[in-house]
């Protein structure tokens, strides 16, 4: 079975800061998907980002990049830049293939805090 | 990006009753729908995947006759905790999958939170 470990239960930094979340995953598969999510106070989960196994590239969305290295099994999460409302918990999560049930496994997550 | 919108957003009722939960994609067709359960402060747990027409999948230690989960058309899946008890009070949040976006992606829900008087 695959499990999502991350490390940190909360983080704080100050506003315009840049912060790193880390992630670490187990699985036997070779391709897999690997994402982001955060959610606000408000508790909708919200998609940050998404990498590809198959692909060696870091994936980027404005303020948010990974560092994914498949070898250490380790997928982080860069926000640069941090503002206000990237005040939430983020959790990493695991989607074994595109086929079947395409089931997500979450990480404990982390609490992030961005203070002004 | 896709809507998945569920109701309601907060229920309170009392032990031993029944309470229906629903989770509705509003502006794609979901054939497969996730129900997941979130204790404070904790991560999300899978429960169980509904499957339209067809009966929902459980995770290892789901009691599947006390989550009925009943996938009737491509844009409405529903949660009903049967007998409540305190015990099942928790955020209860869906999530479907939209074929027209990026492959993997899950749009989810608000959340509905159930307390159990």
């Known amino acids: 079975a695959q499990t999502v470990t991350q490390s940190q239960p909360e983080m704080s930094v100050q506003e315009a800061e840049t912060v790193t979340l880390s992630c670490t995953y187990d699985?036997?598969?070779?391709?897999?998907?690997l994402f982001w999510y955060k959610q606000p106070p408000s508790r909708q989960m919200i998609l940050v980002i998404r990498q590809e196994a198959y692909k060696q590239q870091n994936a980027t969305e404005n303020r948010f990049s990974v560092n994914f290295q498949k070898a250490a099994k380790s997928f982080s999460l860069k926000i640069s830049d941090s503002q206000l409302g990237d005040t939430a918990m983020y959790f990493c999560?695991?989607?074994?293939?595109?086929?079947?049930?395409?089931?997500?496994?979450f990480g404990q997550g982390t609490r992030l805090t961005i203070n002004p | 990006g896709a809507v998945v919108s569920q109701h309601p957003s907060r229920v309170i009722c009392k032990s031993g009753t029944s309470v229906k939960i629903e989770c509705r994609s509003l502006d794609f067709q979901a054939t497969t729908m996730f129900w997941y359960r979130q204790f404070p402060k904790k991560s999300l747990m899978l429960m169980a995947t509904?499957?339209?027409?067809?009966?929902?999948?459980?995770e290892q230690g789901v009691e599947k006759d006390k989550f009925l989960i009943n996938h009737a058309s491509l844009t409405l899946s529903t949660l009903t905790v049967t007998s409540a008890h305190p015990e099942d009070s928790s955020f209860y949040i869906c999530?479907?999958?939209?074929?027209?976006?990026?492959?993997?992606?899950?749009?989810f829900g608000e959340g509905s939170r159930l307390t159990v008087l």
């Open positions: 509904s499957n339209e027409g067809s009966k929902a999948t459980y």
């Open positions: 999560a695991f989607m074994k293939s595109l086929q079947g049930a395409q089931k997500l496994v």
């Open positions: 999530s479907a999958r939209d074929f027209r976006g990026r492959a993997g992606e899950l749009f």
């Open positions: 699985t036997s598969e070779s391709n897999y998907y």
